[in-house]
């Protein structure tokens, strides 16, 4: 079973401040990991993504995540938080096989608020 | 240009009644995925079908029912044994072949019931 644990649930920066945003998982097999994020009343769009390569993985909007196996861990940052960052992030490991291949187990999530 | 369409938007329900939320894909991916957002539970997985005419209950499907007759489309019915049905419902597909292929998601439907 895997699962997954993002640590507060809500997070409040200033403009230009550092983003951090935490994300623990847990998984019998090398992980496949994502980052998401969700602006009020849309879908989910994806921010970046570890699959076993490069562990410092870049993504859209300057954002970028390093996959720490021996920490479990994902954290999500952004050197320099913009206005438009204000939005709610998900964490989320994808499942191994059987008829729940590719199936994703989500965090709780984290709602980021910046701060002018 | 492809994408996810859920329609509609906003949807409002009288309790007893069945509503059924639509969910189209022009991506021609294989597996598509329900899911319901409340505020602070993240996204919980309803239903998800890897093929056509094929689908598996997800972590909380009692009270949904779906069917997979085109590859395109994955419509999901809420029935009035749901006892809580209000919510955001989320729509996803993703191409097989791979389990690091990501998840593409639709715009949502809200579901009211008065």
């Known amino acids: 079973a895997q699962s997954v644990t993002q640590l507060g649930s809500h997070v409040s920066v200033s403009e230009g401040a550092l983003v951090l945003l935490r994300c623990n998982y847990s998984s019998s097999v090398p992980p496949y990991l994502f980052w998401y994020v969700q602006y009020p009343n849309q879908g989910l769009q994806l921010l970046l993504k570890y699959t076993s390569a490069a562990t410092l993985v870049k993504g859209i909007n300057g954002f970028e995540a390093e996959f720490k196996k021996s920490e479990t861990s994902f954290h999500l940052t952004k050197p320099s938080a913009h206005m438009s960052d204000a939005a709610e992030y998900f964490c989320?490991?994808?499942?191994?096989?059987?008829?729940?291949?590719?199936?994703?187990?989500f965090g709780q999530g984290t709602i980021l608020t910046v701060h002018p | 240009d492809g994408g996810i369409t859920q329609s509609p938007k906003y949807l409002f329900r009288k309790e007893g009644q069945n509503v059924t939320l639509s969910c189209e894909q022009n991506l021609n991916h294989d597996a598509m995925y329900w899911y319901r957002q409340d505020p602070g539970q993240g996204l919980r997985l309803i239903y998800y079908?890897?093929?056509?005419?094929?689908?598996q209950k997800g972590d909380i499907a009692e009270g949904y029912s779906v069917s997979r007759e085109k590859k395109e489309s994955f419509p999901l019915t809420v029935t009035s044994a749901q006892k809580n049905p209000t919510a955001f419902y989320l729509c996803a597909s993703r191409l097989a072949g791979g389990r690091s292929n990501e998840q593409f998601f639709g715009p949502g439907t809200r579901l009211t019931v008065l």
């Open positions: 989320a490991v994808s499942s191994t096989g059987g008829t729940s291949y590719g199936k994703l187990t």
């Open positions: 079908s890897q093929i056509v005419n094929d689908f």
